[in-house]
């Protein structure tokens, strides 16, 4: 009975201890209360400080960032200061204000279709170009072209003071040679027909003759000068002549060797005054210790080293001097294991370095001949675009090359302007503007004597041919994102990717 007693003890000291306050108002309610209060209160203050914190932590990071930036900006202002004062003023800027002209300066090529082609309206300047194919293709052609247009476009610059006071000092001689009567206007009558020029009256003619004296003089003072290093001993002036390069502005060398070849373009290229340099050919650069040689030695890439060390010297000062270098290159057959067994696969000459230098690569291919009954007065050449940093590659245009003449502009404006509707063909007969002409010499004649048809021709073409690609772009954008497109994986060689792409 006692041990249950002593068990049961708790169960009554719980039974009967006293129940909780039913007034709020105790004292003992208003403790607890308070200490619920205060625990509540530390709570949000710690919230509150915790806030405080993270918010002043922040602000500081900020402050630390930007301060950060200060001090990277002021360090690389320092490192800018010192590369200028060590290397010069252009040794190091930004890029916006090192390229102020957001068009790549160029050099027509004389093909009105080719220059369409390279996107950029010719061949860049400040950079190599290479043009290579076989034999008979109108590579020295097309090079004299380049030529040629580039003198043309030093002609066409802006008068300045020095061209019309030569003028003026022109003009005056042959009006101290005429009478005097005609000096002093005593013959002529003060109509509309005399024109006061520079101070004094004088007749349509005379304002013609002085116009005609000051494009003489700007064509005279802005003409382009340009080199022909002849590599090949082989160039033919008069044909230069009917392109239409001007002789009294081409320098004209034939080396000895490679070396004195590439030491001369050097020396041009840094003089800053030659438009256009042109190496005719790669293949003819010889180096002079082959030259010292017997015949028969073997020389292992000794011109590929050659060209490799003079292209890494060209580089910088083509781009300073606005140059285009345009090196004429031949090819040779080579055995390939990857073609086939005994397939034949072209490659250039001088190694592989003016492959990564060019910017543009021109791949020229004679396709036919052009008669005239049975005599054959030209060629039909194909031009392949190979490469391109400046605009999409892999493009191809034919050219007509008239014997004796160059490259054929007209032809090339009448085959666009058939394939653009803007001239129409029926049979032998062609029509354009109202105009019927029988053959293609007739319009082709037409267009040689009328050269403002031949520019509005031209106008009309490059309209057409922009806003086919705009439509072509706008059709590329509009094509189904859920329809797959399949892309096929071609040869990858610079000789065979048009061949694969054909194919």
């Given at each position: 009975?006692?041990?249950?007693?002593?068990?049961?003890?708790?169960?009554?000291?719980?039974?009967?201890?006293?129940?909780?306050?039913?007034?709020?108002?105790?004292?003992?309610?208003?403790?607890?209360?308070?200490?619920?209060?205060?625990?509540?209160?530390?709570?949000?203050?710690?919230?509150?400080?915790?806030?405080?914190?993270?918010?002043?932590?922040?602000?500081?990071?900020?402050?630390?960032?930007?301060?950060?930036?200060?001090?990277?900006?002021?360090?690389?202002?320092?490192?800018?200061?010192?590369?200028?004062?060590?290397?010069?003023?252009?040794?190091?800027?930004?890029?916006?204000?090192?390229?102020?002209?957001?068009?790549?300066?160029?050099?027509?090529?004389?093909?009105?279709?080719?220059?369409?082609?390279?996107?950029?309206?010719?061949?860049?300047?400040?950079?190599?170009?290479?043009?290579?194919?076989?034999?008979?293709?109108?590579?020295?052609?097309?090079?004299?072209?380049?030529?040629?247009?580039?003198?043309?476009?030093?002609?066409?610059?802006?008068?300045?003071?020095?061209?019309?006071?030569?003028?003026?000092?022109?003009?005056?001689?042959?009006?101290?040679?005429?009478?005097?009567?005609?000096?002093?206007?005593?013959?002529?009558?003060?109509?509309?027909?005399?024109?006061?020029?520079?101070?004094?009256?004088?007749?349509?003619?005379?304002?013609?003759?002085?116009?005609?004296?000051?494009?003489?003089?700007?064509?005279?003072?802005?003409?382009?000068?340009?080199?022909?290093?002849?590599?090949?001993?082989?160039?033919?002036?008069?044909?230069?002549?009917?392109?239409?390069?001007?002789?009294?502005?081409?320098?004209?060398?034939?080396?000895?060797?490679?070396?004195?070849?590439?030491?001369?373009?050097?020396?041009?290229?840094?003089?800053?005054?030659?438009?256009?340099?042109?190496?005719?050919?790669?293949?003819?650069?010889?180096?002079?210790?082959?030259?010292?040689?017997?015949?028969?030695?073997?020389?292992?890439?000794?011109?590929?080293?050659?060209?490799?060390?003079?292209?890494?010297?060209?580089?910088?000062?083509?781009?300073?001097?606005?140059?285009?270098?345009?090196?004429?290159?031949?090819?040779?057959?080579?055995?390939?294991?990857?073609?086939?067994?005994?397939?034949?696969?072209?490659?250039?000459?001088?190694?592989?370095?003016?492959?990564?230098?060019?910017?543009?690569?021109?791949?020229?291919?004679?396709?036919?001949?052009?008669?005239?009954?049975?005599?054959?007065?030209?060629?039909?050449?194909?031009?392949?675009?190979?490469?391109?940093?400046?605009?999409?590659?892999?493009?191809?245009?034919?050219?007509?090359?008239?014997?004796?003449?160059?490259?054929?502009?007209?032809?090339?404006?009448?085959?666009?302007?058939?394939?653009?509707?803007?001239?129409?063909?029926?049979?032998?007969?062609?029509?354009?503007?109202?105009?019927?002409?029988?053959?293609?010499?007739?319009?082709?004649?037409y267009l040689t004597e009328n050269r403002d048809a031949e520019e509005n021709l031209?106008?009309l073409l490059r309209e057409k041919i922009t806003q086919k690609e705009a439509r072509?772009?706008?059709?590329?954008?509009?094509?189904?994102?859920?329809?797959?497109?399949?892309?096929?994986?071609?040869?990858?060689?610079?000789?065979?990717?048009?061949?694969?792409?054909?194919?």
């Amino acid at each position: 009975m006692a041990r249950v007693l002593r068990r049961a003890q708790p169960l009554i000291r719980r039974l009967l201890r006293p129940p909780p306050p039913l007034f709020p108002d105790s004292p003992s309610s208003t403790s607890a209360l308070g200490c619920c209060n205060q625990r509540i209160s530390h709570m949000v203050q710690s919230q509150s400080m915790s806030t405080e914190g993270r918010e002043q932590s922040k602000a500081e990071e900020d402050g630390c960032s930007e301060k950060n930036i200060k001090q990277k900006d002021f360090a690389l202002q320092q490192a800018l200061d010192q590369i200028t004062s060590a290397f010069g003023e252009e040794s190091i800027m930004w890029l916006s204000q090192s390229y102020g002209r957001k068009e790549v300066p160029c050099v027509s090529t004389g093909s009105f279709a080719l220059d369409i082609a390279l996107g950029i309206g010719g061949l860049p300047k400040g950079r190599v170009v290479e043009i290579y194919g076989p034999e008979a293709s109108g590579k020295t052609t097309l090079a004299l072209h380049v030529i040629a247009e580039a003198q043309k476009s030093g002609a066409r610059t802006q008068v300045t003071g020095a061209c019309l006071a030569a003028a003026v000092a022109h003009v005056a001689d042959l009006l101290l040679t005429a009478s005097l009567a005609v000096v002093n206007n005593l013959c002529l009558p003060h109509d509309d027909t005399t024109i006061t020029t520079l101070g004094f009256r004088a007749p349509r003619q005379l304002q013609q003759l002085f116009l005609t004296v000051l494009v003489q003089q700007a064509m005279h003072a802005h003409s382009r000068y340009c080199a022909f290093i002849d590599a090949e001993h082989a160039l033919d002036p008069s044909l230069a002549e009917s392109i239409g390069v001007k002789s009294e502005r081409l320098l004209l060398s034939q080396p000895d060797c490679g070396e004195q070849a590439l030491g001369l373009a050097d020396i041009l290229i840094r003089s800053g005054s030659i438009d256009v340099v042109v190496v005719d050919s790669v293949a003819a650069l010889v180096p002079k210790t082959e030259l010292d040689g017997e015949m028969g030695d073997a020389h292992v890439a000794l011109q590929a080293r050659l060209m490799s060390q003079a292209l890494r010297k060209l580089s910088h000062s083509l781009s300073r001097s606005r140059t285009l270098l345009l090196f004429v290159n031949q090819v040779r057959s080579k055995l390939s294991s990857f073609s086939g067994f005994g397939a034949p696969a072209e490659v250039t000459c001088g190694g592989n370095a003016l492959k990564f230098y060019a910017s543009v690569r021109l791949n020229t291919k004679r396709i036919g001949l052009i008669t005239k009954g049975e005599e054959v007065v030209g060629t039909q050449i194909q031009v392949r675009i190979v490469k391109n940093k400046h605009a999409p590659p892999f493009k191809t245009v034919q050219l007509e090359l008239e014997f004796g003449k160059g490259l054929s502009r007209e032809s090339e404006i009448i085959d666009l302007g058939c394939k653009h509707k803007l001239i129409t063909k029926s049979g032998v007969f062609y029509h354009m503007n109202g105009k019927n002409f029988h053959g293609k010499d007739a319009i082709k004649r037409y267009l040689t004597e009328n050269r403002d048809a031949e520019e509005n021709l031209m106008v009309l073409l490059r309209e057409k041919i922009t806003q086919k690609e705009a439509r072509l772009d706008r059709d590329t954008e509009d094509i189904d994102p859920g329809r797959s497109l399949t892309e096929e994986t071609v040869s990858a060689s610079d000789e065979e990717v048009h061949d694969e792409l054909e194919a």
